[in-house]
């Protein structure tokens, strides 16, 4: 199968997060959405159909048989059946929701109708229903991963309750406590869980990547790869490369890839009235319910907030964000915006390009031409919006 995983109609709700990816390139359970379609269709293709400025970083691969996918659904293997069942130029929806397309040429434009998918598929069309689900998927993804390997012995020293767990090898526990009781728990390879670090599941520590001392860890969570992590954290996606090192508490947040939290960064998830949280939404330009009491922090890619920050229920950080000062910044901070509570002045996009070039060389990364290039566009786009 050629799977292309096509950014559509869900693409702007999950704006900022989705400025600097593909949808698919969403991190909720273990993996990535394409991760997941990794797995679960080894044999297959995967490539992307994302916005015109992404092509050159995540590029589309076309060829004589391809198998349109909204990069939003997250795949099960009875989904995939229905794919394969699919004739040319057949499509399948969910409702009003336009789940795959097979053809034999390029897709230019989505049909306008189709077959009602029979399965049910979950589907991302809100940054919040990345913690919200995320329990399910770290259950659903762990599934995967024993179905192609063992674990490793949990070391001497971990205090285990219940035996739901996953280590990988090169993955190191110092002496903690890890509650597997209340859902499962997956250490990755090369990960570390530092000593006195307290778990309760369902958790993922991906590879590479750091628990910090005396770390207090509630499910549903996932830390992605390369990151490091300490204090206070319930039930939040982190999607990789990305620093909340220092106490302090985030809950019902997702922050995206290079970002950095300071010291005694905290979110607040719940307001003091018990209200509906409400967040911005960028393709409706207003606020919108979550229908969730809980909600912290949709932060973006390169977002920064310095020592003592503190974030409102329901925030939303745009794209290279700079956070600082005291006082609670607005819930809505603009993209390559620089500031705190007293407003926020524009980024300037050279200084935010070589602070991007100086994070991303410290994890062997390099801000290709392309990858520079895409942020540029971004830049230009929000600048224009602004």
């Known amino acids: 199968m050629n799977i292309i995983l096509t950014d559509h109609q869900e ?10 990816r593909p949808v698919a390139k969403l991190r909720v359970g273990l993996f990535t959405i394409e991760e997941k379609w990794q797995r679960m269709a080894a044999d297959a293709t995967i490539s992307f159909k994302a916005q015109d400025y992404m092509s050159k970083v995540f590029p589309e691969k076309d060829a004589d048989d391809n198998l349109y996918v909204n990069g939003a659904a997250i795949p099960t293997i009875e989904l995939i059946q229905e794919l ?12 009003e929701a336009w789940i795959a397309t097979r053809s034999a040429s390029k897709l230019t434009e989505m049909p306008a109708s189709g077959s009602e998918l029979n399965a049910e598929v979950k589907i991302i069309s809100r940054s919040w229903r990345i913690f919200q689900w995320n329990g399910e998927e770290i259950t659903s993804d762990l599934a995967l991963v024993r179905n192609n390997g063992s674990s490793a012995a949990v070391p001497d020293g971990v205090t285990l309750i219940g035996d739901d767990i996953f280590i990988e090898e090169g993955a190191t526990l110092r002496p903690c406590t890890i509650n597997t009781e ?48 300490g204090g ?43 209200a509906v949280v409400k967040v911005h939404n960028y393709a409706l330009n207003r606020s919108e319910s979550t229908e969730s009491q809980f909600c912290g922090l949709m932060m973006a890619d390169h977002a920064k907030a310095g ?10 950080c745009g794209v290279f964000a700079n956070v600082i000062g005291a006082g609670f910044p607005h819930r809505r ?45 971004v830049h230009e786009l929000v600048s224009a919006e602004s």
Not at 84 to 95: F, M, P, T, V
Not at 344 to 356: C, I, P
């Open 333 to 377: 901070i603009p993209d390559f915006g620089w500031g705190g509570a007293e407003g926020f002045k524009s980024y300037r996009l050279n200084d935010a390009l070589e602070v991007a070039r100086i994070v991303m060389s410290r994890r062997s990364i390099e801000l290709t031409d392309d990858i520079r290039d895409m942020y540029t566009h």
């Open 307 to 316: 020592i003592n920050t503190m974030f409102n229920t329901g925030t939303v």
């Open 182 to 229: 209340t859902g499962p728990v997956y250490i990755g390879k090369n990960a570390e869980v530092m000593e006195g670090s307290l778990v309760r599941g369902p958790f993922a520590l991906m590879n590479d990547s750091v628990l910090k001392m005396g770390a207090k860890i509630y499910g549903a969570t996932t830390i992605g790869p390369h990151s490091k992590v």
């Open 11 to 20: 693409r702007d709700h999950l704006l900022p997060l989705t400025y600097t």
């Open 84 to 95: 394969i069942g699919l004739a040319d130029g057949e499509s399948l929806y969910q409702g």
């Open 232 to 274: 206070e954290v319930n039930n939040c996606v982190i999607f990789g490369y990305s620093n909340k090192a220092h106490d302090g508490f985030i809950g019902n947040s997702v922050i995206g890839e290079w970002c950095n939290l300071g010291a005694d960064t905290n979110t607040s998830n719940l307001k003091n009235n018990y």
